[in-house]
T-cell receptor
Framework: KNEVEQSPQNLTAQEGEFITINCSYS?????LHWLQQHPGGGIVSLFM???GKKKHGRLIATINIQEKHSSLHITASHPRDSAVYIC????????????FGTGTRLTIIP | KAGVTQTPRYLIKTRGQQVTLSCSPI?????VSWYQQTPGQGLQFLFE???????NKGNFPGRFSGRQFSNSRSEMNVSTLELGDSALYLC????????????FGQGTRLTVV
């Protein structure tokens, strides 16, 4: 069993829909990261969370440490949000060593 | 502020050759991590360097090695290339403080033929 599980693997939605991507992990973590990867490979860090909730524009990320679960929400989705969203956890306190989920491929149809 | 720069962006090598990839972190960042991304295995951690010292190593064979220079620039080397080493290699830099955000480069796409 992978240490980090994401669902769904693929998600197609209409423009404007509310999107939720889930991430569950089975190890103790120091932080959880949500990353975005567009075709071509570059990865952008969206959020780093150790507790609670963070919001940036139309993106919201939440984490429940007790349940070992995090969600990424996109409000008013847009075709430019189409990308692979990856959940990753830091397990080495003070060191940068990320363990990744398999990613969620999101496609927003105009 | 310049982002993380990886060179080269694309590389084609023959089985048995060796390759060196370079990563220049964001100015002031002292931690550099390397990751391999393949369709089958996804993203996997290779190693992390901080102040010229390897602090963490992933589960990869000894053919994969790296180093970091005093200016925080890092290189990774893969010797005796195998077809399965074809992948996107990403590096990420972060400041010295624990649990800080990682900034990724665009990656080097290595194809082994």
């Amino acid at each position: 069993k992978n240490e980090v599980e994401q669902s769904p693997q693929n998600l197609t939605a209409q423009e404007g829909e509310f999107i939720t991507i889930n991430c569950s992990y089975s190890v103790g973590i120091s932080a959880l990261h949500w990353l975005q990867q567009h075709p071509g490979g570059g990865i952008v860090s969206l959020f780093m969370l150790s507790s609670g909730k963070k919001k940036h524009g139309r993106l919201i990320a939440t984490i429940n440490i007790q349940e070992k679960h995090s969600s990424l929400h996109i409000t008013a989705s847009h075709p430019r949000d189409s990308a692979v969203y990856i959940c990753a956890v830091s397990t080495n306190f003070g060191n940068e060593k990320l363990t990744f989920g398999t990613g969620t491929r999101l496609t927003i149809i105009p | 502020k310049a982002g993380v720069t990886q060179t080269p962006r694309y590389l084609i090598k023959t089985r048995g050759q060796q390759v060196t990839l370079s990563c220049s972190p964001i100015s002031g960042h002292r931690s550099v991590s390397w990751y391999q991304q393949t369709p089958g295995q996804g993203l996997q951690f290779l190693f992390e360097y901080f102040s010229e010292t390897q602090r963490n190593k992933g589960n990869f064979p000894g053919r994969f090695s790296g180093r970091q220079f005093s200016n925080s620039r890092s290189e990774m080397n893969v010797s005796t290339l195998e077809l399965g080493d074809s992948a996107l290699y990403l590096c990420a830099s972060s400041p010295s403080a624990p649990n800080t955000e990682a900034f990724f480069g665009q990656g080097t796409r290595l194809t082994v033929v």
